[in-house]
């Protein structure tokens, strides 16, 4: 069975400062992960995805993942926090096609940014 | 170009009532899939819905039940509301549901159930 871990429930960081949030999955086969931001009272936006191709992925606004496979990690990072990133952010893991077509979420992580 | 829209945002029902949640797919895609976000926690999958039919389901009991239209538009019931009910809900549409396809999420739905 799929699942994924967010460390840490709460993040603050000071403003201008690297952002690193944690996210580790359980998979069985090679899974595709996502990170999504959720602003109060919002639904959930993309901030990037992983399929399978490069390791390093881009995202909207500043944030990057890396996958490592040999640490079933794919922590999200952007160099410099702004005000404006404070939200909740979610980990996603989704199986290729021979298994279910759900998104099994993470209990997401808190940012708080510090001015 | 619309995105996924939602409707009613905001709903207060008491327990034993029924209610229904209404979705939108954004244009050109023909999937549909319901989570339910409880205070503090990520999101759950309740079920999904492709060419009119439930494809896959979450570990949510049948008063759980849904439906898609033609329009690939969705509504998600719930029947004998309970206390624990209570929760965000969410609809995310995709093209096809294939699971590297981006799942895009709607507002909410923010049901109280007293």
């Known amino acids: 069975a799929q699942s994924v871990t967010q460390l840490g429930s709460h993040v603050s960081v000071s403003e201008g400062a690297l952002v690193l949030l944690r996210c580790n999955y359980s998979?069985?086969?090679?899974?595709?992960l996502f990170w999504y931001v959720q602003y109060p009272n919002q639904g959930l936006q993309l901030l990037l995805k992983?399929?399978?191709?490069?390791?390093l992925v881009k995202g909207i606004n500043g944030f990057e993942a890396e996958f490592k496979k040999s640490e079933t990690s794919f922590h999200l990072t952007k160099p410099s926090a702004h005000m404006s990133d404070a939200a909740e952010y979610f980990c996603?893991?989704?199986?290729?096609?021979?298994?279910?077509?759900?998104?099994?979420f993470g209990t997401g992580t808190r940012l708080k940014v510090l001015a | 170009d619309a995105g996924v829209t939602q409707s009613p945002t905001h709903l207060i029902k008491t327990r034993g009532q029924q209610v229904t949640l209404r979705c939108s797919p954004k244009?050109?895609?023909?999937?549909v899939s319901w989570y339910q976000q409880a205070l503090g926690q990520g999101p759950q999958f309740i079920f999904q819905?492709?060419?009119?039919?439930?494809?896959q389901r979450g570990n949510f009991p049948d008063r759980f039940s849904g439906h898609q239209f033609p329009n690939y538009s969705s509504e998600l019931n719930v029947n004998a509301l309970l206390l624990g009910d209570s929760a965000l809900y969410l609809c995310a549409s995709s093209q096809n549901g294939q699971t590297k396809e981006t799942q895009y999420f709607g507002p909410g739905t923010r049901l109280l159930v007293l």
């Open positions: 244009s050109g895609h023909d999937t």
């Open positions: 996603a893991v989704s199986t290729t096609p021979s298994g279910t077509y759900k998104y099994i």
């Open positions: 992983y399929t399978s191709a490069a390791t």
């Open positions: 819905y492709y060419e009119e039919e439930e494809r």
């Open positions: 998979s069985s086969v090679p899974p595709y």
